[in-house]
């Protein structure tokens, strides 16, 4: 799989092993979109409350590292797509 995993803070860590299934990819946006919908959920409204309590430190942690869950669902995205062409390809 070519796409690159850019979401990590420093450098390639992450990859595909080989093999990887497009339902797999899709499980994990799947997750990876849940985890980072309840994360905003805690941000705004009444439930943002305890966020805007946080120190600045704290909550530019909590939006690091939604912004990072971000990334990694958009090249998971990308990477779904790449995978599916593919497949698209072989028929």
């Known amino acids: 799989m070519k796409t690159p ?3 990590q803070a420093a450098g390639p860590v992450f990859g595909f092993v080989p093999g990887v299934e497009a339902g797999d ?3 994990r946006l799947a997750a990876r979109q849940a985890q980072l919908e309840a994360l905003l959920l805690m941000t705004y409204g009444e439930t943002g409350d305890g966020f805007r309590t946080m120190s600045d430190d704290m909550q530019e942690a909590y ?3 939604c912004s990072m ?3 990694e669902i958009r090249d998971l995205t990308d990477a779904l797509e790449e995978h599916r062409a593919a497949e698209r390809g072989r028929s």
Do not use: D, K
């Open 5 to 7: 995993l850019t979401f």
């Open 25 to 27: 990819i899709a499980s």
């Open 63 to 65: 939006m690091w590292a």
């Open 69 to 71: 869950m971000a990334r």
